[in-house]
């Protein structure tokens, strides 16, 4: 397929708007990761998440075909990405003012980094579908996709910083695909049968986005107990 010919900006045009459906997971993760860092951080933390996600998606494409195959990856990367939910749902830990800025932002980016590693699985197929192995198209649709995935996160963070209570929502909504992503494991599939595994794929997610709140509340009440009877509680 050659960029003269129409077919290629459909296809570009189709993987641009599939990549900007897809990225809101992304940009949730994004922003909720950003949100704790110094003002003059943020935005450099943004960019570089936003391009470790789109680096992730062109890495899984090139090996998509043997990931989607293997089994219990799935089952692995829900469980990785409920850890990332309860993580990022926790206050922070009392840090002394010498902590490096840069400490935080390489932090905040590494949770990027795995989250968007886990999320990618599910993205990358549809993007590899429409480019049918043209990675001209591939690279050109998801690189133009960054600064929208940049701009969903800004969108977010600042809804964060606003009203904080949506900090658990995102932290749901990573339980949900979190949910969704175990029951679509090859194992559980070849276990359950397509069938069942369909008809309680929403009961699925919505467990999913029930363990990581009660976990996370569990966690945070242990922690705000913990912090109040201090070094002088009984």
């Not at 800025?101 to 949770?111: P, S």
């Not at 990618?120 to 579908?129: K, R």
């Given at each position: 397929m050659s960029y003269l010919e129409p077919l290629f900006w459909l296809a570009l045009l189709k993987i641009i708007w599939i990549n900007v459906l897809l990225s809101g997971d992304n940009a949730v993760?994004?922003?909720m990761a950003?949100?704790?860092?110094?003002d003059n951080m943020r935005r450099t933390g943004m960019i570089l998440g936003a391009g470790v996600a789109?680096?992730?998606?062109?890495?899984?494409?090139a090996i998509i075909a043997v990931l989607l195959g293997l089994p219990w990856l799935r089952i692995v990367g829900s469980l990785a990405l409920m850890y990332i939910a309860v993580d990022l749902v926790l206050p922070e830990e009392g840090e002394e003012g010498g902590v490096a800025?840069?400490?935080?932002?390489?932090?905040?980016?590494?949770?990027i980094a795995v989250a968007d590693l886990v999320m990618?699985?599910?993205?990358?197929?549809?993007?590899?579908?429409v480019a049918d192995g043209n990675w001209t198209l591939i690279i050109i649709g998801l690189v133009i996709s960054i600064p929208m995935i940049i701009a969903g996160a800004a969108l977010i963070m600042g809804l964060l910083a606003r009203f904080p209570f949506l900090v658990w929502a995102g932290a749901a909504l990573l339980g949900w695909v979190a949910g969704e992503m175990f029951v679509s494991d090859?194992?559980?599939l070849d276990y359950?049968?397509?069938a069942v595994v369909h008809h309680y794929e929403y009961a699925a997610a919505a467990a999913g986005a029930v363990i990581v709140l009660a976990t996370g509340w569990a966690i945070s009440r242990f922690k705000?107990?913990?912090?109040a009877a201090g070094p002088h509680g009984s």
């Open positions: 993760v994004i922003a950003c949100r704790s860092l110094p789109v680096g992730m998606r062109i890495v899984f494409t800025a840069h400490d935080n932002l390489w932090r905040a980016v590494g949770t990618s699985l599910d993205n990358v197929v549809a993007i590899a579908a090859v194992k559980v359950f049968g397509e705000g107990g913990a912090h």
